[in-house]
């Protein structure tokens, strides 16, 4: 069944990222949300505002994965570059879409700003790209092929992300099981390994994190099997009571 | 001067990134430690915890960065691949070091801790390596020709950045100035495409952000040049004072 979810990869563009300047919080939304559709994010990647760097990583990873949906650059101003970079990507002609013209006409109009050329540049969308709606200022995004380019503003990129979810094909939802042990991961790695082992359609992580009482651990299974799930999660329980029970871990819940 | 200035990239290693569950913090941190060294960040990426991915990103990575940084992936459980995936990276053994071994027996009988043979895992370090001190948790991370191999937990990766920080080379550091507008980009982006097309060492980047009173523009000048910075800087402010006697943007700061 896992051999059959759609892929993906999320391709993040802008200098203000790698400067330090914006903490990235769209990789971690566009996560979530392929998780809730059953998309496999399999990679994700960051490149500053250089043509040649967003053609590049755009069509790599658009042969790699099912879906691309990148982030950032789609602005009116100089460092925007990111519709011809992926208009480069696919060898298509980059000019102003007559709909996006007319949406982004309408809404200067609206709320009384000039059209101006600078403006304007947000309405150039690489020919056969269909457009991404954007309810929050209306700039839309495009669809190339398998690849979404959305806005780099949070609020803008998730109402985008509600526009083109329809427009993906969904796996089996990934279903995820979290149990916390009361201890280090050292002492759960051994029996947890052979656990793994015995579920290959189920991976299981070890997250150790710092709690008041002393370093813990979430061990957190994912499979698109729950029947599977419940039996590996099941071991894991298990697992847990004999190590608070030999008093190698505090607890466990 | 920017051209001798050090490079890097950075690779987050871990399903946990990619499936939404964690979000990362390491990014954002190492971003702005770098900028202080006046590295210049160009790329990230995020991988599964899938060997055969981490080696290739890996590889790639090295070989166009003076510096790659890499975090996640070093513990002590099943799903930690990373030093191995290093290890085929660089096509050297990885085996138990004795110094590393050195370190965690200490602090296991220092916390009375069982040194069991999953905890001492930590201690497989790929040959040719030195470590990186973890004045956090003891596991030490590693380093191997231009490749930094750091804890995901942020609080240990941080600290294991201050220990990396004294091998790096460092660049003349990037100076930053920003001004905002009270306005949209629209209104900015052709006379600041001007000033940008006369100043080609100074980087000028437009992040509109949503402000109370309507939407607004960080204008964030970057340089390596601190009199170009100054010029550059006046000329955008000769712009904003243009732009609000023109009431095209509602005031600036």
């Known amino acids: 069944m896992a ?6 990869a ?6 203000e990222i790698l400067s330090g300047r914006t903490k990235d919080k769209n990789l971690g939304f566009i996560a979530d949300y392929l998780t809730v559709l059953g998309i496999d994010l399999k990679e994700a990647r960051v490149v500053p505002d ?3 760097e967003i053609v590049q990583a755009v069509n790599v990873l658009r042969r790699r994965y099912t879906y691309v949906f990148t982030t950032g650059g ?8 990111t519709a011809d970079a992926v208009a480069r990507a696919f060898d298509v002609e980059i000019d102003h879409d007559p709909q996006a013209v007319e949406i982004l006409l309408a809404h200067f109009k609206a709320i009384g700003r000039e059209p101006n050329e600078a403006r304007l540049r947000m309405a150039r969308i690489p020919k056969g790209a269909s457009l991404i709606a954007n309810p929050v200022s209306k700039a839309p995004g495009f669809q190339i092929g398998n690849v979404f380019v959305m806005a780099g503003i949070p609020k803008v990129m998730n109402a985008m992300m509600e526009e083109v979810a329809p427009r993906l094909e969904r796996g089996a939802p990934v279903i995820s099981h979290t149990i916390t042990i ?8 051994a029996p947890l390994k052979a656990i793994q ?3 290959a359609d189920v ?4 997250y150790p994190f710092e709690s008041p009482q002393g370093f813990a651990t979430n061990l957190v299974l994912r499979s698109r099997d729950q029947a599977l799930l419940a039996s590996a999660a099941n071991e894991v329980r298990q697992m847990a009571v004999e190590l608070t029970r030999d008093g190698k871990v505090r607890g466990w819940s």
Chains 1, 2 share one sequence.
Do not use: N
């Not at 051999?3 to 993906?8: F, N, R, S, Y």
């Open 182 to 189: 009361e201890g280090g991961e050292g002492d759960v790695a």
């Open 197 to 199: 082992e015995r579920f």
């Open 3 to 8: 051999d059959h979810a759609p892929t993906a």
């Open 10 to 15: 999320v391709l993040l563009i802008g200098d």
């Open 50 to 52: 250089i043509e040649d």
């Open 74 to 81: 789609i602005g009116p101003t100089h460092d925007d570059i």
């Open 203 to 206: 991976i299981i992580g070890s």
